[in-house]
């Protein structure tokens, strides 16, 4: 990507590229330099981390709930309708269906993600497994 982008577009082309398992092209939306919760995973250690996720959670999709896009950061909230195969977060899910949101900010640099911090609301899917006992 060269030149001024739109944050708002170029988040929402990431999370397709995300939704398709896209891996190839994952570099168009992730800078070589990447950090997740203020470590440094570069782009190879977040392509991992994503396909971790799949593997862990097969019918995986990030649903877009908010947007917000104010140069060079964007801010969502994605939400979630899974199925994680086993644990997950700590958490004994075994195969159940959980819900549950993904509160993230991201840090932009030469029109790539370079910085996310992600917080993941771990009560909700709490609330879900225990109620359900």
């Known amino acids: 990507m060269t030149g001024k982008i739109d944050l708002a577009d170029a988040y929402r082309a990431y999370i397709a590229c995300l939704n398709a398992k896209d891996w190839p092209n994952l570099g168009r939306f992730v800078h070589e330099d ?3 919760n203020g470590r440094q995973i570069g782009l190879s250690g977040y392509r991992r981390m994503l396909e971790q996720d799949f593997l862990q959670i097969p019918d995986l999709r990030f649903n877009i709930e908010l947007l917000i896009a104010d140069p ?3 801010a969502a ?3 979630f309708h899974c199925t ?7 958490l004994p899910v075994n195969g159940r269906k959980v819900s549950f949101a993904e509160n993230v900010f991201y840090r932009f640099r030469e029109n790539r993600i370079e910085e996310v911090w992600s ?6 899917i709490e609330t879900q497994l225990w109620s359900s006992a």
């Open 34 to 36: 990447a950090r997740h």
């Open 72 to 74: 060079p950061c964007v």
């Open 77 to 79: 909230r994605l939400a």
């Open 84 to 90: 994680p195969r086993e644990m997950f977060l700590g």
């Open 119 to 124: 917080v993941i609301d771990k009560a909700a």
